[in-house]
């Protein structure tokens, strides 16, 4: 625990600009972002009387080991500079909004040549017009199954319309009308691009001219007596009205609008954010977040709003905000809204009438989000934190294990023996700091020895990491062979605050799995810089032992080291003869099972990826400078990697982009691995003349 007092700035040294300040660890990592009108005045706040802070507050700042800003020339350009740098550096102190499901959107993607409508999920890509979000996937495919009838615009994969293409035969919706069929020619591009335009405006809300044109043209067909026209025009017109139905009016005057409301206790928060276009009700979507900075409703709104719309614009960013409490900076955050839409954004508190009632029934649903994720055993905070009690008391551990890190090694019959590290931080996977290992030191099947090793390098890379940064020196007491510092050496003197701008480090390529090159301190999540509290091996006496033994050798003894094993789920300590048995309903034990669990399933998936990607390696994959287009090229041309191994080297040479020293390496590389030896089919005794690898 630092003392803030130690990297407090000099009286003066802070400007009284606009800008944005980053609090820093011990490991330089980045834990903290914050922008301010005026610096001085804000970071001053935070050297006061430990006494006087928020508990959380005080929680960072003895967190904390140095201090830095930069400065920007106004209060918009500092809210943009704080949402990049809390993307780019995910500070555990910031708070951060989690999805609690992932939402599907109706999305048509403009982007190609013939736009398609298709349910996506995830990060919103460039060029797709996205509608939505939906609660669930069935809701859009009924809505898009009525307004094929008048918008019959592709569906279909890109592999069903290569084939549809190539065999000149639409699929079923070509022929009963529900798609226009722009594989086979019926429509032009430009035709079938209309329709997909057209499908657009009637999801964005431009319904009524749709609807009068369809009436208009039924009337006209009736009055011509083509009474079956008629009858389908009208029924196209009910398809449309039963696809509005599906989103109710909640606003009369055709608003187009976001509303949050917000539900928060002293440890969590939930949001709900409608999206009305309209004056329908177009999509709904849920935030939960544990409150680990002092933020009030108002502090809440604003990471809402960075968010929701920091990815986005044009109309993407709605005429409308309305929200429970205004920003402490509402002007500024009012004007970077507006720049992102490219038109005025009203941001505002609704205060009568159909928005502040909606306001209400979004308000209520923050609240039922609440209560529902109060009762998710995993992601509730006070039992996380019992957790950690629990195995902190069991293991004998002066304090909680915060970030606890869980290594398998998984392998089949001793082939393609892999390893994984999966990371857990106040209880929650950290996904971006898992890692994967080959293993390397030797051939064969052994967990223990394979344990031994992954411990070994990884740690290794950490007490480098160490080293490279001064924060542990090479001492006369450092025992031999432990290929770093010595745990407990004194450590450097505080980092003094930065006084302006701080220039961006120039990164290295890091290499393949688990040794990257060495790369600046730049507050980035990096691969083995931080530490672990405990380290958890699957496995029992053996594994813990090995781990230990990897420690010792390195001159680690501060991090404590368990194995679970998975017969009677007990826990090994090293040296102990007796395992820790846990009480089956013990949070603790819970928590220790799903790090396994996860570090199993890391492991085995990537020993499946190794194992496949080796089943279907080739000859061809020896060849020096052979990439995987030329290699295409080759079995296009002859067919098979048998019938190349039968190829002269000047029959190689015509292939397109085959020079004759490329042909000659070809040539070479598939003389020297034999051809596996005939198949023999038992019941006739036939030869099977087997085609040995008809792709690379």
Known sequence: MADPSSYRPKPGQIPDSPGVYKFRDEHRRVIYVGKAKNLRQRVANYFQDLANLHPRTRTMVTT???????????????????YSWIKEFDPRFNVKYRDDKSYPYLAVTLNEEFPRVQVMRGAKKKGVRYFGPYGHAWAIRETVDLMLRVFPVRTCSAGVFKNAARTGRPCLLGYIGKCSAPCV???????HRELAEDFCD????????????LEKDMMQAAEEMEYERAARLRDDAEALKRAMEKSAVVLADATDADLIAVAEDELEAALQIFHVRGGRVRGQRGWVTDKVEAVDTSGLVEHALQQLYGEERGDAVPKEVLV?????????????????????????????????????????????ALGLHKTKRASDLTTRSRALEEIAEALGLDTAPLRIECYDISHLQGDDVVASMVVFEDGLARKSEYRR????????????????E???????????????????????????????????????????AATGPVPAPALTAASPDDEPEPREDDGRPKRFAYPPQLVVVDGGQPQVAAAKRALDELGIDDIAVCGLA?????????????????????????LLQRVRDEAHRFAITYQRAKRAKRIRSSPLDDVAGLGETRKQALIKHFGSVKKLRQATIDEICEVPGIGRRTAESVAAALASTAPAAPAVNT???EIIEEDDGGSP
């Open 566 to 590: 998975k017969r009677l789920e007990e826990v090994w300590l090293p040296d102990d003869d007796d395992p820790v048995v846990l009480p089956r309903s013990s949070e603790g034990l819970y």
């Open 202 to 213: 009637f999801m964005a809300g431009r319904t009524g001219t749709y609807i009068r044109r």
């Open 437 to 452: 290992f080959q293993i390397k030191g030797f051939e064969g099947q052994d967990d223990v020895r394979s344990m031994h």
């Open 64 to 82: 904390a080991a140095s201090v830095e800003w930069t400065v920007v020339s106004t209060e918009v350009e500092a809210l943009q500079l704080e």
């Open 454 to 496: 992954v411990i070994g390098r990884r740690f290794k890379r950490y007490l480098q990491d160490k080293e490279r940064t001064g924060e542990w020196e090479e001492t006369p007491e450092a025992a031999p062979g432990a290929g770093g510092p010595v745990p407990g050496a004194p450590g450097p003197a505080p980092v003094p």
């Open 185 to 191: 020619g019926r429509v032009t591009p430009e035709e």
């Open 683 to 685: 019941a006739t005794g």
């Open 324 to 368: 429970p409490a205004l920003p402490e900076d509402a002007e500024a955050v009012s004007q970077w809204l507006a720049e992102r839409r490219g038109s005025q954004v009203s941001l505002r508190i609704p205060q009568r009438g159909d928005k502040k009632d909606l306001m209400v029934t979004v308000q209520r649903n923050a609240q039922q």
